[in-house]
Nanobody, 115 residues
Framework: QVQLVESGGGLVQAGGSLRLSCAAS????????MGWYRQAPGKQRELVAR???????DYLDSVKGRFTISRDNAKNTVYLQMNSLKPEDTAVYYC?????????WGQGTQVTVSS
């Protein structure tokens, strides 16, 4: 099992930046993949970015060039740096981890981008 705790959400104006953090309760080296998802009101949850154990990263097309996922193995923490934020990025952002073919989720953090 793994517990995930997100932080860093908030209210920001369009064009601004935020950095989300996801602290895991176990070593990232024991986690096959970690990612950030988001869910806006009335919409399905979507994958924003993910990083797998080998360091490969993948991004939603609409955030490529603006968002960067990274990890600090010493701190068991994954980050999502979000730049040039747009109102359409407004959503609850969830941290996700895959361990032994089981998905684990954080509680979510709200990101609101005002125009």
């Amino acid at each position: 099992q793994v517990q995930l705790v997100e932080s860093g959400g908030g209210l920001v104006q369009a064009g601004g930046s935020l950095r989300l953090s996801c602290a895991a309760s176990r070593s990232l080296l024991s986690i096959a993949a970690m990612g950030w998802y988001r869910q806006a009101p009335g919409k399905q949850r979507e994958l924003v970015a993910r990083i797998i154990s080998g360091g490969y990263t993948d991004y939603l097309d609409s955030v490529k060039g603006r968002f960067t996922i990274s990890r600090d193995n010493a701190k068991n923490t994954v980050y999502l740096q979000m730049n040039s934020l747009k109102p359409e990025d407004t959503a609850v952002y969830y941290c996700n981890a895959w361990v032994v073919q089981t998905a684990y989720w954080g509680q979510g953090t709200q990101v609101t981008v005002s125009s």
